[in-house]
């Protein structure tokens, strides 16, 4: 019997100072029994950075044709494309060809500076395309905070993000590996 995918439900108050952005969002997120708390978490950091009305979780880790989160315009055409961890070029290079802006997060220390090290000269010529790496510490730090109802206030200035939930503050600050040219 296959296992199913475990609802978590978040409840997030982002003021993202950096973009004039303030609004809440009741998500529903459906965790995946291959994914840990961790990529969970990245997830949401990742939709806080990139919040926006029509930004959306996808079947991601269930299917291979999909991001973790999108952003779509009203043709149905991508906006933006958000891969967490670390897809493989051939993932990177589709989505470059599908979407205006393609972002990936990483979270995994080592072996994600071993994965950026390896892929980094063969995405350098995507100019759509932004990778950021959010520091291994502070994600495993706001993985101690998940549980099946989340309530998280959010701000993001300056590039930072900080998360705050039971009695705690997470300050997460993602290093850019690669900025997407404008």
Avoid at 26 to 54: G, K, Q
Avoid at 78 to 103: M, S, T
Avoid at 106 to 133: E, P, Q
Wanted: glycine share 4%.
């Amino acid at each position: 019997m296959a296992l199913k995918a475990t609802i978590f439900r978040v409840e997030l108050n982002i003021s993202d100072i950096d973009r004039n952005y303030y609004h809440d969002h009741r998500l529903t997120i459906a965790r995946h029994p291959s994914e840990n708390d961790l990529r969970m978490m990245a997830r949401i950091v990742a939709f806080v950075l990139n919040a926006h009305e029509d930004l959306v979780f996808t079947q991601g880790v269930s299917s291979g044709d999909e991001p973790d989160l999108w952003r779509k315009d009203l043709s149905g055409n991508v906006e933006v494309w958000i891969e967490i961890g670390q897809p493989d070029d051939k993932q990177i290079r589709k989505a470059c060809g599908r979407a205006k802006e393609v972002i990936v997060y990483t979270y995994s220390g080592n072996s994600a500076n071993a994965w950026w090290k390896k892929i980094h000269a063969d995405l350098d010529r995507f100019k759509n395309l932004s990778v950021i790496n959010l520091p291994t510490d502070a994600m495993q730090e706001l993985a101690t905070l998940a549980q099946r109802t989340m309530d998280f206030p959010c701000t993001v200035q300056g590039g930072e993000v900080w998360v705050s939930g039971r009695d705690k503050t997470v300050k997460i600050s993602p290093v850019r590996w690669k900025e997407q040219e404008r």
